[in-house]
């Protein structure tokens, strides 16, 4: 079975400062990752995805994230935060046998300070 | 199109109330699916549906849970005999055929179990 480990529960970083959000998956068999971002009081939206081909994906908002097979890794990165970015952010994995199901991690709290 | 809808959006009960909870979908997805969400951790999958059938349930859903989704269309969860630990938030989610990797959620469907 898979599973998925955000490394940090919590990250404060000031305005304009660069972000790097940590995933971490455990999977035998090929996965496909994505990222969602839960602003207060709304749905789950999804901010990325890698099914296949680049290991470098971007999204919405300025967003990216990168597939590091030999790391079993899927950490997501801004250049420039803004104070709109504060949210929680959740790194989720599922498998192509397993597709109708997917894995969510436990979530990253983003702080913006100005 | 008005993206994922859930009602009520708010639930206080007692302990031993029967809960329902309605998902309305996006209309042309034909997948549907509900998850549960607990203060400080992800989305854990319950349940989800292709058209009207049920194709794929969790461990998680007890015999006290039930979900349906009659007409392919709106899909109804059921808690019968609610206890404490039923607290949580449902999400409901959907997508279409030919991404049903990319999930919309709903904003939820928050339960208070007294």
């Known amino acids: 079975a898979q599973s998925v480990t955000q490394l940090d529960s919590q990250v404060p970083v000031f305005e304009e400062a660069p972000v790097e959000l940590r995933c971490n998956y455990s999977?035998?068999?090929?996965?496909?990752l994505f990222w969602y971002v839960q602003y207060p009081n709304q749905g789950l939206q999804l901010l990325l995805k890698?099914?296949?081909?680049?290991?470098l994906v971007k999204g919405i908002n300025g967003f990216e994230a990168e597939f590091n097979k030999s790391q079993t890794s899927f950490h997501l990165r801004k250049p420039s935060v803004h104070i709109s970015d504060t949210a929680e952010y959740f790194c989720?994995?599922?498998?192509?046998?397993?597709?109708?199901?997917?894995?969510f991690g436990s979530g990253t709290r983003l702080s913006i300070r100005p | 199109d008005t993206g994922v809808s859930q009602d009520p959006r708010h639930k206080i009960t007692k302990r031993g109330q029967n809960v329902t909870f309605r998902c309305d979908p996006i209309s042309e997805h034909n997948r549907l699916y509900w998850y549960r969400q607990t203060l400080g951790q992800g989305p854990e999958f319950l349940t989800y549906?292709?058209?009207?059938?049920?194709?794929?349930k969790s461990r998680l859903l007890s015999d006290r849970f039930s979900a349906e989704r009659p007409k392919g269309s709106f899909s109804t969860l059921e808690i019968q005999r609610t206890e404490q630990g039923d607290s949580a938030m449902y999400l409901c989610?959907?997508?279409?055929?030919?991404?049903?990797?990319?999930?919309?959620f709903g904003a939820g469907s928050r339960l208070t179990v007294l």
């Open positions: 989610a959907s997508s279409i055929q030919g991404e049903e990797l990319v999930l919309t």
């Open positions: 999977s035998s068999v090929s996965v496909y």
């Open positions: 890698y099914l296949s081909g680049s290991t």
């Open positions: 989720a994995v599922t498998t192509y046998s397993s597709a109708s199901k997917i894995i």
């Open positions: 549906f292709q058209n009207e059938a049920q194709l794929e």
